[in-house]
């Protein structure tokens, strides 16, 4: 009887033992966030970094915001339009936001472009330079067109690839002096705006 009795204890106590353990565990899974198989600690905190990183659409707004009646561009693209004026093709992007105006006579646009991943925006950047140097190098545009092209800006930042053609008219001094190189620099300011606007929101 004193056996079975010493047995019965012996597994009592160490079932509390084996009970113990594994909350002592459990609580320093948590208090150090470790993860294991089936847990989502590491998930979790992935997703909350995934989910900070704006859309293009998002950058798109906060740009027009910045820009007021000074953005011009009100033609938005489809997938389809922006591949080709872009050579964008949407399998390279997660997300992206074109727009342009429906005048033909005004050049003023905007391209983001939300990269999957390192190779993509590889592509997408190399795609863009490419359209920019297209419309730099034809002359048939009008003669101030020209030099607000030749004052575009292409962006990139982390994921993000932009093209920026922005804020509609340079002021009429610079303007009126015909002094194409301070025009254009006129028209690189114009686009700063756009580009500090997006580093402000990937900060």
């Known amino acids: 009887m004193n056996g079975k009795k010493c047995n019965r204890n012996t597994k009592k106590l160490t079932a509390l033992l084996l009970t113990a353990a594994v909350g002592m565990g459990a609580g ?14 590491a998930v979790s905190s992935v997703t909350v970094q995934a989910a900070s990183k704006p859309s293009a659409s998002k950058l798109a707004d906060a740009i027009k915001k ?22 964008v093709a949407s399998s390279l992007y997660s997300s992206a936001y074109a727009e342009v105006p429906m005048i033909s006579a005004q050049v003023d646009q905007m391209a983001i472009f939300k990269a999957k991943n390192a190779s993509s925006k590889k592509k997408i950047l190399s795609a863009v ?4 140097k297209k419309l730099k190098e034809d002359t048939m545009q009008y003669p101030m067109n020209q030099l607000k092209i030749q ?4 962006y990139a930042n982390g ?30 300011q114009l686009n700063k705006k756009a580009v500090n606007t997006v580093k402000n929101k990937l900060k």
């Open 28 to 41: 320093s899974i948590q208090m150090t966030g470790t993860a294991f198989p089936g847990s989502g600690a």
């Open 66 to 87: 910045a820009y007021a009646e000074n953005y011009w561009p009100n033609y938005k693209l489809d997938k389809n339009e922006i591949k080709d004026r872009y050579g």
């Open 129 to 132: 330079k490419k359209y920019q």
């Open 151 to 154: 004052g575009s800006k292409v």
């Open 159 to 188: 994921n993000y690839v932009c093209f920026f053609m922005l804020g509609g008219s340079v002021s009429k001094d610079v303007e009126e002096s015909g002094n194409e190189e301070k025009i254009i620099k006129a028209h690189q």
